[in-house]
């Protein structure tokens, strides 16, 4: 069986204190329901935060800025092994305008995600960023 590599970039969005969550369409072949953060894999010959942006702007409609990358994750969504880099970013503008992929999105204060069902690697996302935010304050 043939197996490929994927790269994943996700974005952690501040917007007003708060940060965006997506539901996965429950007609989705891989974690229906679940809530996640926004991004996707890169394609071929393209940049990893070139993709983020893109991959946000189509998912959910708005522009970000892209900072440092915060957390590194595996999983495997067959046939591909993907490695995921989390960034954390920042709301720059546009309206909230989901694509077929998502039912639904919230902003959340990141100590509430234990109330939504979270798709793959998503909590150790959020509690790095967490972790992130207070190192920011020290």
């Not at 957390?71 to 920042?90: R, S």
């Amino acid at each position: 069986m043939n197996k490929f590599l994927g790269v994943a970039g996700k974005a952690v969005i501040r917007m007003n204190g708060k940060i965006i969550l997506l539901q996965r369409s429950r007609n989705s072949d891989f974690d229906p329901g679940l809530w996640e953060l926004p991004g996707g894999k890169i394609d071929y010959g393209e940049n990893l935060v070139e993709a983020l942006k893109r991959e946000v702007e189509e998912e959910v409609g708005i522009i970000i800025s892209v900072g440092r990358p915060f957390e590194t994750w595996h999983f495997i969504k067959e046939p591909f092994w993907v490695t995921g880099i989390t960034f954390l970013c920042d709301y720059i503008g546009g309206s909230i305008k989901l694509s077929p992929e998502h039912d639904n999105h919230i902003l959340i204060d990141p100590k509430e995600y234990k109330n939504y069902k979270l798709s793959t690697s998503v909590e150790e996302q959020i509690n790095s960023y967490k972790e992130l935010i207070r190192s920011l304050k020290d």
